[in-house]
């Protein structure tokens, strides 16, 4: 579990939002649901070669501080511009596991699988 001074990177958190076109059509869009100081860590890479093409897959794990007004969750999505390494390309994550964990401050562990 992390200190609150290793909650070194800004991420926003947004939810899957349904909105309609200019032709009525229904089109996903996802809007800020939260930005949380977090800390981001990852977990585990994988890359395969299937057929010719490269598949790539990052596992992350995330803790930000909960707040019971702002609960993230499954199918939410997590866009992250790391502040560590040459360059700062921004990154989304799928938010594949929530859980609450408690202690002298209370974390949502996030496990997020990359989504770039």
Known sequence: MP???Q???RITIKSATEVFN?????????????????????LSGLEALDRGVR??????RVFILHRADKEAD??????WT????????????DVVYVRRVT???????LLCKDHT
């Open 55 to 60: 598949n790539a897959e990052a596992t992350y």
């Open 7 to 9: 909650l070194d990177e």
């Open 22 to 42: 200019a032709l009525n059509e229904p089109t996903l869009t996802w809007a800020s649901h939260m930005t949380a100081w977090a800390r981001v860590m990852p």
């Open 103 to 109: 202690g002298h401050l209370q974390f949502s562990e």
């Open 74 to 79: 499954v199918g939410m999505r997590i866009f």
């Open 3 to 5: 200190t609150l001074g």
């Open 82 to 93: 790391p502040r560590h390494g040459r360059v700062a390309t921004e990154k989304t994550l």
